[in-house]
């Protein structure tokens, strides 16, 4: 299954709701995690089987989505959400998005 | 606390060898599948290969498959690839990382392997 994630660059301001998208080219059903990758560190999970956030992750993070069309949801950015966000599928294969880089205005 | 901490990285030549290492520590390291997971410079990332509990089943994708091989040692704490016929695109921090169900929930800091002559 391959993803792709939109857009490529996001830029917005403190405080704004941010959403993310990531399409499959075919049903993940659900299975579905999202990731932040800040400059120079390790990828950290964010979300997993969708919208199950993962212990110690802010609750303005959030996840949705169902079939092929996923979403990740910043309900008011932080300057530290300044990341590189992925996508990941585990239903068939396991495969990475590109990535949507953020960044603050 | 979880602790993963990758080792063995470095420059080396097209066609040659190289073992990585990744040390766990804060968790029973034998009740847990383990992966690497790499990233080529200012790219995405890609998942390079699984290993059982007990070492006894391994996956790859294609990218890899037969060139290049995970192992574990239990009573080492310890997790190994062994990467053979290594290619310049084979260049990449590699991340150990340690899986919950089939997603990556834990990941050490990287190590990078270059492939250059």
């Known amino acids: 299954i391959q993803l792709t994630q939109s857009p490529s660059l996001l830029s917005a301001s403190v405080g704004d709701r941010v959403t993310l998208s990531c399409k499959g080219s075919?049903?993940?059903?659900?299975?579905l995690a999202w990731y932040q990758q800040k400059l120079g560190e390790a990828p950290k999970l964010l979300i997993y089987k969708t919208n199950s956030l993962q212990t110690g992750i802010p609750s303005r993070f959030s996840g949705s989505g169902s079939g092929t069309d996923y979403t990740l949801t910043i309900s008011s950015l932080h300057s530290e959400d300044l990341a590189t966000y992925y996508c990941?599928?585990?239903?068939?294969?396991?495969?990475f998005g590109s990535g949507t880089k953020l960044e603050i205005k | 606390e979880v602790q993963l901490v990758e080792s063995g990285g470095g420059l080396v030549q097209p066609g040659r060898s190289l073992k990585l290492s990744c040390a766990a520590s804060g968790f029973t390291f034998s009740n847990y599948y383990m992966a690497w997971v790499r990233q080529a410079p200012k790219k995405g990332l890609e998942w390079v290969a699984t290993i059982s509990t007990s070492g006894s089943r391994t996956y790859y994708p294609d990218s890899v498959k037969g060139r290049f091989t995970i192992s574990r040692d239990n009573a080492k704490s310890s997790l190994y690839l062994q990467m053979n016929s290594l290619k310049s695109e084979d260049t990449a921090t590699y991340y150990c990382?340690?899986?919950?169900?089939?997603?990556?929930?834990?990941w050490g800091q990287g190590t990078l392997v270059t492939v250059s002559s």
């Open positions: 075919q049903n993940i059903n659900n299975y």
């Open positions: 990382a340690r899986p919950s169900y089939n997603w990556f929930a834990y």
């Open positions: 990941y599928q585990y239903n068939n294969g396991l495969t």
